[in-house]
C-alpha cells in the first residue's frame, strides 16, 4: 500500500522557519511536490524535485523555498524561510513517477498520491 506521511507543521511566528518532511512507503517515486491549501482557496503549487534534483518553487515563495530529497530514506523535505501569515495553510504531498516537465508539475494533475496534509499556521 502506498503512503505520504507529512510531519513537521505546527504553528510559527512570522519570521520563523519550518522544514516539513513527506516519507513514502510502499513505493519509490521519481518526482515529489508539494502544494498548499488556505481556507477559501484553491489549493496551489509551492514547490516540485525531480529525480535529478531539479527543483522548481513558486514565484510567490521562491526566495524562502528550498526542496530537497533523500532517496536513501524515500523522504522530500521543504524547507520554509521568513514565514508570513499568508503561508497558512494545509500543505500536502504528491508524488508521480510520471515524465512531466516543470510547467504540468505546477499543477495537481500529473501526481496520482497524495497524503492527508499537514497544518502550518503562521502568527502575527
Known amino acids: 500500500q502506498v503512503q505520504l506521511v507529512e510531519s513537521g507543521g505546527g504553528l510559527v511566528q512570522a519570521g520563523g522557519s519550518l522544514r516539513l518532511s513527506c516519507a513514502a512507503s510502499g513505493r519509490t517515486f521519481s518526482t515529489y511536490g508539494w502544494f498548499r491549501q488556505a481556507p477559501g482557496k484553491e489549493r496551489e503549487f509551492v514547490a516540485a524535485i525531480n529525480w535529478s534534483r531539479s527543483t522548481s518553487c513558486a514565484n510567490s515563495v521562491k526566495d524562502r523555498c528550498t526542496i530537497s530529497r533523500d532517496n536513501d530514506k524515500n523522504t522530500v523535505y521543504l524547507q520554509m524561510n521568513s514565514l508570513k501569515p499568508e503561508d497558512t495553510a494545509i500543505y500536502y504531498c504528491?508524488?508521480?513517477?510520471?515524465?512531466?516537465?516543470?510547467?504540468?508539475?505546477?499543477?495537481?494533475?500529473?501526481?496520482?498520491?497524495w497524503g492527508q496534509g499537514t497544518q502550518v499556521t503562521v502568527s502575527s
Open positions: 504528491a508524488a508521480t513517477n510520471r515524465a512531466e516537465p516543470f510547467i504540468r508539475l505546477r499543477t495537481p494533475t500529473p501526481y496520482d498520491y
